[in-house]
């Protein structure tokens, strides 16, 4: 909320375009017409701190996960492996590209558009597929078509 109410207070002029596909802050602050050097400091710092928090707390999640299983099953520890690790491959295609946004918003990455959509369509898009996947019925009917295909070959 701080970063959006010194945007709003810039002064802007003239050509009020953003190339990308969305509008988003670190864009939107490079319009105005006056020095903003600071405000991108902030917002880098800002940004980076929230992100590293969230993946901290993330890690630690995860970390009490993998300690407090094994206290109860073995089977339990395999199973929380194979989630936590699709979990930690979500976590990672997420905050990459968005670490590349906001770390170094202001320098202009050809690439921006992509990895705005690859944090915006693309990752929020392998949670259904993860857990379509890993859906006992999605695995039944899996392994009848599979074994339709290999009896019909």
């Not at 810039?10 to 017409?33: S, T």
């Not at 339990?76 to 930690?88: M, N, Q, R, V, W």
Request: glycine share 2%; aromatic share 14%; charged share 10%.
């Amino acid at each position: 909320m701080s970063q959006i109410v010194l945007t709003v207070n810039l002064p802007f002029c003239g050509h009020n375009v953003i190339n990308n596909i969305f509008c988003d802050l670190p864009l939107v602050i490079k319009l105005a017409c006056i020095e903003t050097y600071t405000l991108e400091l902030f917002v880098i710092a800002y940004s980076g701190l929230l992100s590293f928090t969230c993946f901290i707390l993330l890690l630690v999640s995860y970390i009490v996960m993998l300690v407090s299983v094994p206290k109860k099953s073995s089977v339990g520890l395999s199973k929380a492996l194979f989630t936590l690790s699709a979990h930690i491959i979500v976590v990672t295609l997420f905050f990459g590209p968005c670490i590349f946004i906001y770390a170094w918003p202001f320098s202009s990455l050809a690439s921006n558009k992509t990895l705005a959509v690859f944090y915006t369509v693309i990752t929020p898009l392998l949670n259904p597929i993860i857990y379509t996947l890993r859906n006992k019925k999605m695995q039944e009917a899996m392994r009848k078509l599979r074994f339709q295909y290999v009896s019909s070959a």
